[in-house]
């Protein structure tokens, strides 16, 4: 038999518990060995039929050396990060969905899993229940990948839907994310972006071999998208998706993005609809690979946390190769200048000014949308240098307000 515990009893948390106690034969037929739910730690009181496991102290998971593998489903970084590094110092397997905790300690805590012949997983803290940061260490490994694209977060990815679908307004589509529990009360991290960029972090240190920190990532939300802007990317045969982006570069350093992006209807991204995910990766072997599935919610998360805690019982005292270097300050270009096409909506009291300054700066080469009645055009720009595209700009004089988002064209 083998001793597990979850620490955490929130939705994942107790998803966990439900999936290892009502689903007991399976999972301990599958890792051929009894797997039995000692302890959950919460400092809440829970009325549920497993109420005799609950623990409020720390300690008694960490001095019991009967439990071999935790489950870290709190959050956040911290008391996590104190909770997991103790656990991994005495030889326990953690396995985690936090990917705060990852994306900030992930190469430390690694490393210690390996001093201390424990295994660190966190298979969950990326895509929910989708299989995608095992099928990059392990399917992939015969693989250089030089390119990861990611629809990462359910809930922007469930609020641009309700705008491109049924036109409803930001606002209206976050009360509605909220009320039906996809979006926190606080939706400031999915909807700033730093929840993808957090994941960002995770999938380009898998994939690079590298840690990189979230303020390395060129990160913005969707705060300023507005039905207009969805409109306008319709004419253009497009979608608008928050992105998150992360490319090797030719100088050995990579460079990492979140943002929302005109994603083309031709793309296999622009399909992901409402609180579903998808990872694309370029392998130079498999080419183009796609992860696509439920990247949030109670079950499809615990799923994958109890997969890894059912690798950890199978893998006791083997440490599985799952590691990157720590990061430096240099690894990622924050000042890389790409070839791009942005979408440039720009505007102005007087209009027939504006057509003019648009054909003199942009020689009216591009393909773009003139609306009269609300004084805007709307173009994507010919692919050149990111700064170029900056620079011709600055060239629209005062009176004229101009707003960019980047494309996947
Ligand atoms: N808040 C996250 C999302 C949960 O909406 O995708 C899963 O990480």
New binding site residues.
């Given amino acids: 038999m083998i001793d597990v515990a979850i620490m955490g009893h929130g939705v994942v948390g107790s998803g966990v518990a439900e999936i290892l106690i009502n689903h007991n034969d399976r999972i301990s037929s599958r890792v051929k060995t009894p797997v039995n739910v000692k302890y959950i730690l919460d400092l809440r009181d829970f009325d549920v039929p497993y109420s005799e496991k609950f623990t409020k102290d720390f300690n008694v998971i960490l001095n019991d050396p009967d439990v071999k593998v935790v489950a870290e489903v709190m959050g956040g970084v911290n008391p996590a990060y104190d909770f997991v590094k103790k656990c991994l110092e005495k030889g326990k397997s953690v396995v985690t ?1 936090n ?1 705060e905790l990852v994306a900030a300690k992930g190469a430390e805590l690694i490393k210690v899993a390996e001093d201390n012949n424990a295994n660190f997983l966190f298979e969950a ?2 895509g ?1 229940g989708i299989p995608v940061l095992h099928p990059i260490t392990e399917c992939m490994c015969a693989n250089e990948i030089d390119e990861i694209w990611g629809i ?7 609020i641009l839907n309700k705008m491109i679908v049924d036109n409803m307004d930001f606002d209206t589509a976050l009360k509605l994310a909220q009320d039906l529990g ?3 009360k606080d939706p400031t ?2 909807i700033e972006g730093h ?2 960029c957090r ?1 960002v972090c995770i999938l380009a240190a898998l994939g690079f071999g590298k840690h990189v920190y979230p303020n390395q990532v060129k990160t913005e939300g969707i705060t300023k998208i507005t039905l207009d802007d969805v409109a306008y990317a319709e004419k253009f045969g497009c979608v608008i998706k928050l992105i998150g982006h992360a490319k090797k570069l030719k100088n050995g350093k990579i460079t990492a993005s979140v943002s929302p992006t005109l994603v083309s209807r031709d793309c296999i991204l622009s399909g992901v609809n409402g ?1 579903f ?1 998808a990872v694309m990766l370029n392998g130079d072997q498999t080419g183009e690979v796609v992860f696509y599935g439920k ?3 109670k079950e499809a ?1 615990a799923s994958a946390v109890v997969a890894d805690m059912m690798d950890c019982i199978k893998h006791l005292e083997k440490g599985k190769i799952l590691s990157w270097e720590d990061g430096d300050n240099d690894y990622v270009d924050m000042s890389f200048d790409p070839e791009t096409r942005l979408f440039v909506l720009i505007k102005s009291d007087d209009f027939d000014g504006l057509k003019t300054q648009f054909n003199e700066i942009f020689g009216g080469n591009n393909t773009n949308v003139k609306n009269a009645e609300n004084g805007e055009i709307a173009f994507i720009t010919e692919k050149e240098k990111l700064s170029a595209i900056e620079q011709k700009l600055t060239l629209f004089k005062n009176g004229i307000s101009v707003k960019t988002l980047q494309t996947m064209l």
């Fill in positions: 969905s990917k803290s990326v929910g990462l977060n359910g809930t922007t990815n469930y996809f979006a926190e991290a999915d929840d993808a994941k609180v995910n990247g949030a919610g998360t």
